[in-house]
Each structure stands twice: as C-alpha cells, then as structure tokens.
C-alpha cells in the first residue's frame, strides 16, 4: 500500500509538493532536489511527519 507524503524544503520549510511513496520498501524519508517557487532555486527537499 502506498501512502502520501508531503514534501518540505530545506531552506525556506514551505511545503510545496506531494507524492507516494511505499512504506513496506522505503522505510527511510525520501530526499529529493526539486524546484522551490518560493526560493526560485532548486533544493533538496524532505518527507515531512
């Protein structure tokens, strides 16, 4: 079962994306480097809780 996860930015902490990620597979938090509107910039961004 895949669950939603709500991406966060490093820099500015807005929350600006969402994906699925499989729970049973991926037990650690995704980190993935996508683009900020906010910060006009590419960043990493985190799963938050």
């Given at each position: 079962?895949?669950?939603?996860?709500?991406?966060?930015?490093?820099?500015?902490?807005?929350?600006n994306?969402?994906?699925?990620?499989?729970?049973?597979?991926?037990?650690?938090?995704?980190?993935?480097?996508k683009?900020?509107p906010?910060?006009n910039?590419?960043?990493?961004?985190?799963e938050?809780?």
């Open positions: 079962m895949r669950e939603k996860v709500t991406l966060v930015c490093t820099k500015c902490l807005s929350r994306y969402t994906t699925t990620k499989n729970k049973q597979t991926q037990t650690k938090r995704l980190e993935i480097k683009f900020c906010k910060c910039e590419h960043t990493i961004h985190k938050s809780k």
